[in-house]
């Protein structure tokens, strides 16, 4: 299900493909909202699924979502924010199977799972090590942490151990060291000047390929997502930084 056979190393896309402010800037402004992601899916062989965060997308929008993609893409799936937010990674019950029986509908398309923590989260191991016992081992998992007392290599270790991924990130004022603890790696672009509402330069993202290259020597596939999509930024930085990589 989530382990697919992959036919390139480098997944490089956009943190969601649905936003309006893209018709125009993106999108050709006469295309029709349900054709967007075969536009889309033209252009990049991924894309991250983050409107999963706020709300569980039925079954139906699942299929679709698979059936309307190339065979060879892979959607990477943001956990519902009840899990990581409200919760707080405690007494999940059967929320997580239930998401987990949704999102697997993209079959051989599903790609990591991504369980973002809220910034006011701080490092608790047990409450990690607890967590990540009960996750089904089929699947990718990866996790960004927003609070720096998790930016931590013991806390690496607690992941490797349990074979999850660690996102990481690039934001104003506070980026994750690039590395990875499982066979994948996963990076997020969040903007470099302002949160979601900056464009990465040239410069930057050439310097970012060559050490996100020698860090594609390490493991199976790197996905990297832009979520800077103020002004279709991402499209344009997403674009460019697969063109180094190639």
């Excluded at 965060?53 to 959607?75: A, D």
């Excluded at 993202?205 to 800077?228: D, H, M």
Aim: proline share 4%; glycine share 4%.
């Amino acid at each position: 299900m989530g382990k697919q056979h992959l036919t390139s190393k480098y997944f490089v896309g956009t943190s969601g493909w649905h936003y309006e402010h893209w018709r125009g800037l993106y999108y050709p402004v006469e295309l029709a909202k349900p054709k967007w992601l075969k536009f889309y899916s033209k252009q990049f062989n991924t894309v991250e699924l983050n409107n999963s965060f706020y709300h569980l997308p039925t079954e139906k929008v699942f299929i679709t979502w698979r059936e309307s993609s190339p065979e060879n893409f892979v959607f990477a799936v943001k956990v519902s924010r009840f899990i990581t937010h409200i919760k707080k990674l405690r007494n999940i019950g059967s929320v997580l199977d239930n998401f987990l029986s949704r999102a697997c509908l993209l079959q051989n398309k599903l790609g990591p799972l991504l369980y973002q923590l809220p910034p006011n989260m701080k490092r608790n191991d047990e409450v990690l090590e607890s967590f990540l016992s009960i996750l089904p081992q089929e699947y990718h998992h990866v996790f960004e942490f927003r609070h720096e007392s998790w930016i931590d290599d013991a806390v690496f270790e607690i992941l490797k151990r349990h074979k999850v991924g660690l996102c990481v990130f690039d934001m104003p004022g506070f980026t994750c060291p690039l590395v990875a603890t499982s066979d994948f790696a996963y990076i997020r672009f969040h903007g470099s000047g302002d949160m979601y509402a900056s464009c990465y330069s040239d410069e930057e993202l050439s310097q970012w390929a060559k050490k996100i290259a020698r860090l594609g020597k390490e493991v199976e596939a790197v996905y990297i997502y832009f979520n800077n999509d103020a002004e279709a930024f991402a499209v344009k930085n997403a674009l460019t930084l697969a063109g180094y990589l190639e």
